[in-house]
């Protein structure tokens, strides 16, 4: 098997956390993130390289991420997973300004320049470049600037595999609810339904596998983890 | 009765203060330069691109009487190869697009400035349906926009009695439309701002939750519910294939 160049965007905690982790047993997987390195509190492994660059700057970010592609050394990227993401509960769908600015800027706006950024490494293998949505992509009154933001990528996805087709594939995945802090940075508290959201272990399996088989639009949800997709499918 | 539209000093902008002008409104224009002849019209300069200016434009709507109709149609593209395009273009469509519309809705409506049973109207585009490689930032930004239209709807309607419309136009006969559509494209087959800005206008005083001008768009938007990808597939032969040079704002 082949040992994979791979970079994961907002890999500091949940999901990108996880899936990291995962990777980085058989790969060469650099993250970025926005904390400071000693502000990681969950498990990293000790085999992912870290570069900080927050997306609440999008062209800095973008800027970051290439050099520091550069002085890595790495000549080719197999697959990138842009994972970081950002978002606010509402009262009356009433969204905050600033908040629907900076949830526009690190989910979308960073999301895009990241993308273009790493076109001529990925083109080089002709890789894979993975966004991540959300299962509110189609609309959420709870968190409308989220759904929008969410419901940009799956737009950017559907466009941009068309437009890169046979240079590099384009795929976005939607996670369902899932066991991470985001809920709670988010300032909303799901109860008890908490319990019963996907842990993040699984949910980054089912991302690998769906990664492996580079369709789109996946959505990565109940009805899919209880089929088994967090138990069979395609490693990396 | 008074009403606002942002970008309407050309295209579709200006067709929309035409008709709400000949309708007895009294219209404020929202747009970087003031429209030709716009001597009916209340302007107040504002590059949607710059947040500190919208940050002034909240304030002085927070400022006056609310509004009975709203339409946010202020939109930019720009088109080309993805990865040629400027880091600095793509930002402004996001920004120009889906981000201050979004804001300047949530603020009025936080500041009470749409009236109750009021209309907010937002433009997105036929690319909603259809996809749109060879412009694929503008494309993120007018989903982001209709699925904002989507998520608030509701709790508008139940809180304030107002109905938010999203208008999904094609290619119209603009000089917007002319200077991203590739070589060669008929401009003759588009429609008029004005039609447009009376069908769209008619389904926003219904409080329709979705205006497709025209049978075209309509024929598009059924198209792209049925088969999304291939749709998609039409949309890179007939556009992306054809585009030699990137064109933006």
New interface residues.
Partial sequence: MIRRKILITGATTGIGLALANRLSLRHDVMVTGSRAPEDITEPFSANLTYIRASQAD??KA?QTIAEALLKSGWTRLDNVVLNAGIGFVTQ??????DK??ST?DVN??ST??I??AV?PWLSKTKGTLTIVGSVA?????L???Y??????????A???R????GSAVVQILHPGPTYTDMHEKAGYDPGWMREIFIRKEPMAKMMEYAIARKHSPVTLSWLRYLAGGSITGKRL | MRALVTGGSAGLGKAFCDVLLQNGYEVTNVDRNPAPNDSNLVHIACDLSD?KTV?KL?EKIGKGEPFDIVIFNAGISATG???E?E??S??RV??IN??AP??IC??M??AEKVAKNGHIAFISSL??FA???????Y??????????A???R???KK?HGITVTTAYPGPLKTDHAERHAPEGADAEKRMTPEDAANLIMSDIRKGSVSALPGTAAKIVALIGRIA?KPL??V??AII?RKLDKTVAD
Avoid: C
Avoid at chain 1, 137 to 141: E, L, R, V, W
Avoid at chain 2, 131 to 137: H, I, M, Q, R, V
Avoid at chain 2, 139 to 148: E, I, P, T
């Fill in positions: 999008p062209e973008a009356k769908a009433l969204d905050d300004v629907i600015r526009q979308v706006t895009i320049l993308a273009r076109y992509h189609k609309g959420q009154a968190f409308p600037a759904a929008a933001s969410k419901a940009a990528l799956n737009g950017l559907r466009s941009l068309s437009e890169w087709a | 947040r940050d909240i190869k993805f990865e395009i880091p600095a793509h930002a996001v920004e889906a981000t979004m804001a949530a603020a409506m936080q690319s909603h996809g749109y490689p060879g412009a694929s930032s494309a993120a930004s007018k989903d982001a926009l209709a699925v904002y989507k998520s608030i509701k709790a508008f809180s999304p998609t597939l949309m890179r992306y």
